[in-house]
C-alpha cells in the first residue's frame, strides 16, 4: 500500500513541473521582448502570479498593479520622511517628491488601470512612463538644494517597475 501511495505522489509532482516550468518559460520569452528582459523577469518575480498567467495581458496587467503598488509604497515612506523634515530644505524637497508620487500613484491607480482595464495600451503606456518620472522630479529637487536624496533606492525601483510595465503594456499595442 505505502508503495502505491509513494508513485501516485510522485505521478502528481511529476505531472505538474512542466506545467510550472512552462509558465517560467512563458516569463521569459515574453520578458525577451521587452528593453531589458532581466529586469523585466526580476520585477514580475515581485508578484508569484505571475508565474501562473499564460497571455501577455495578463502580465502586462501584474506588471501595472507592481508599479502602482510601488507608487503608493514609495508616496508612503516619503510621506513619514517628510513629516520628520517639516521646516528644512530636505523637508520641503521631500514634499516636491511626496507630491511626484502622490500624482503618479492617482495617474497610474485610476487612469492607468480603468485605461488599461479597457484595451487603451498606448494611453497607459504613456501614464507608466510620466510616472517613472516621479524618481527623477524627486532626485532633481534634492540636487536642487545640494543635497544627497534619502529615496534614492526607491526611486531607482520607481523608474524600473514603471519602465518594465510600459515595455510589457507596449507588447499590447497594435501597430
Known sequence: MSVAISLIVLAVMF???????????????????TKNAAMCVAVLRDDPESAKVTTAHDLASIALQI???????????????????QGTPQGDALNVCL???????????????????????????????????AGDACEN????????????????????????????VGLLIHK
Open 15 to 33: 505531472s505538474t513541473l512542466p506545467a510550472a516550468h512552462a509558465d517560467a518559460g512563458f516569463v521569459s520569452r515574453t520578458c525577451k521582448k
Open 67 to 85: 508599479a502602482i503598488d510601488t507608487a503608493d509604497h514609495n508616496g508612503a515612506v516619503i510621506g513619514d520622511l517628510a513629516k520628520k523634515s
Open 99 to 133: 507630491g511626484a508620487y502622490v500624482d503618479a500613484a492617482m495617474d497610474l491607480d485610476i487612469d492607468g488601470r480603468s485605461g488599461f482595464d479597457g484595451g487603451d495600451y498606448a494611453g497607459t503606456s504613456k501614464l507608466l512612463s510620466g510616472a517613472k518620472g
Open 141 to 168: 529637487e534634492f540636487k536642487g538644494i545640494g543635497k544627497m536624496p534619502p529615496v534614492t533606492a526607491i526611486d531607482i525601483m520607481m523608474t524600473e517597475r514603471c519602465s518594465v510595465a510600459a515595455d510589457l
